[in-house]
């Protein structure tokens, strides 16, 4: 390690910055300030001016984690979410990371969730609906049917075609469905109604 005479400071190292590397996206700046002897306030310093950041899931704790994996199968995103004083699409983002699904038994539904569906229904896709819910899309058609609720209208949404029209050079009409919540009949003649086509593929002659 060098040292300044003037004011102390102490040069990190190459095993030093390889160490910080290695465990400072991970959430371990604790353990690197422990095996450097350097503060912790030195470690976040050097990890920000190198352009280090910590993983998204590493700045959740292990309780935060644990409680997620437990309430997330089953229970509405948006009241999980609410219990833990984190914002929805970072709950959605760390529950992806984790690779957690919802179930098919999900809790009750909330006068407010059946309220704001029966406002979303007539105007909106079922994906909107269920990104809005913290549902799965599933879940929504499902409660839609079973409260009465007529047909969405099929009036297609200028977002909705221009995701078609981004996703389809390299999507199937499939999982373009899945994404905006349409019904793959619904999605192809979309498509075609659009005069979208498929880039061929240069190959050997």
Request: proline share 3%; with cysteine.
């Amino acid at each position: 390690m060098t040292k300044s005479k003037k004011n102390g400071w102490v040069a990190w190292s190459k095993d030093e910055v390889k160490l910080l590397k290695k465990l400072f996206p991970r959430g371990r700046a604790k353990e690197i300030a422990e095996q450097t002897g350097r503060s912790l306030a030195t470690v976040r310093q050097k990890a920000y001016n190198m352009g280090i950041n910590t993983r998204p899931r590493c700045l959740w704790s292990a309780n935060e984690v644990k409680l997620l994996k437990k309430l997330y199968p089953t229970e509405n995103t948006q009241s999980i979410a609410d219990k833990l004083g984190r914002p929805l699409e970072t709950t959605k983002q760390i529950a992806y990371l984790l690779g957690l699904k919802k179930v098919g038994t999900a809790t009750a539904w909330s006068k407010q969730e059946e309220a704001l569906l029966r406002k979303m229904y007539p105007d909106n896709s079922m994906g909107e609906i269920a990104n809005q819910l913290g549902r799965t899309i599933s879940a929504v058609t499902g409660r839609a049917h079973k409260l009465g609720i007529s047909e969405p209208k099929h009036i297609w949404s200028k977002k909705e075609l221009n995701l078609i029209r981004k996703l389809y050079p390299s999507r199937t009409a499939q999982q373009i469905a899945d994404q905006i919540g349409r019904t793959v009949l619904a999605t192809r003649l979309r498509i075609v109604k659009l005069g979208l086509r498929k880039r061929k593929r240069k190959g050997k002659m």
